[in-house]
């Protein structure tokens, strides 16, 4: 038997090139719950248009396509069932992708990255040309939108929080705050794993608020306080450890430095902080990591940094990095302490 041919260089980048046409089939998918729909069992496309309010023929075609992504088979005649792939846009299930899928091809993701070639040519964000805002603001001006962004990062957060409980002991400390902790996910896993803890959830009003449903509804009302305020201003609690997950890649050095700032001010002496983020690698070998950095390049001016570059940040801000711990879900603790005034 011969043995398989190697694919074709041409064959491989149209995949690439028309890859856009999978986000976009799998976004609308989640945005019509067609993976609830189909939760209990085979339905025809043309019984589902009228219950998500869609033309037959766009979504029979659509769906069709959907089989190519991997979400769907077809049982003619115009009849699908959901996948294990596809399952995965089930809403309120565990490990649901389904806001994650919203929130990418969502205009506050989509199109700035329509407008990379101009992010490359000036250096700069394209989210306030093609948004006319920059993204914070898009989303409050977004509420639906916002709230998806939320919840795909708390969907997120559950992904690593386990890590993160795991791999540092936040059992000597009274108070845990994490700054800009959106719906709480990770903050809830630290406090179940250590009951001792006290947590502050730090993050804007709006978020906030949004929040509270979640908090109460994990029975942790009693043991996290909400706070709403901007870290860039002087109203961050104090506390004995802070965290901060995915906050400092949303931005650039100067306002990174800024948020550090923040949290140092309002660090008791000997405090610890762990960010969680992706970690470049110095080396310059290849890594998905450079994919997220070239997105917070696009949407917001911010960065993926190297272990060397974190180290300059921290001790810029008065924080002496400790250590750097690799996950196996993909992100690194980056633990620092504020020295204990003499």
Known sequence: ????????????????????????????????????????????????????????????????????????????PRTFTLTPLGACLRSEVPGS??????????????RPWGELFTAVQTGRSTALAALGANIWEHYEKNPEEALHFDRAMGSYSSFVATEVARLH????????????????????????????????????????????????????????DLVAGSFFEPVIPAAEAYLLKHILHDWDDASSTAILRQIHRAALPGARLIVVEMVMPDSGEPSRTALMDLNMFVLADGRERTAREYEALLASTGWALERITSSPSGVSLIEARKPKTV
């Open 169 to 224: 002991d936040f059992s000597p400390y009274a108070r845990v705050a994490d700054v800009g902790g959106s719906q709480g996910v990770l903050l809830a896993a630290v406090l179940r794993v250590y009951p001792s803890c006290r947590g502050i959830l730090f993050d804007l009003p709006h978020v906030i608020d949004g929040a509270r449903a979640q908090v109460e509804a994990e029975g942790l009302s009693q043991r996290m």
């Open 97 to 110: 992708m389904r806001d994650m899928a919203i929130m990418m091809t969502a205009p506050g993701h989509w």
């Open 1 to 76: 038997m011969d043995p398989t041919p190697p694919p074709n260089p041409s064959q491989q980048l149209l995949e690439h090139i028309s890859s856009y046409w999978i986000s976009q089939i799998i976004g609308v998918v989640a945005r019509l719950r067609l993976s609830d729909l189909l939760a209990s069992g085979p339905l025809s496309s043309d019984a589902l248009a009228p219950r998500v309010g869609a033309n037959p023929d766009g979504l029979y075609r659509l769906m069709r396509a959907g089989v190519v992504a991997g979400l769907f088979t077809e049982v003619p």
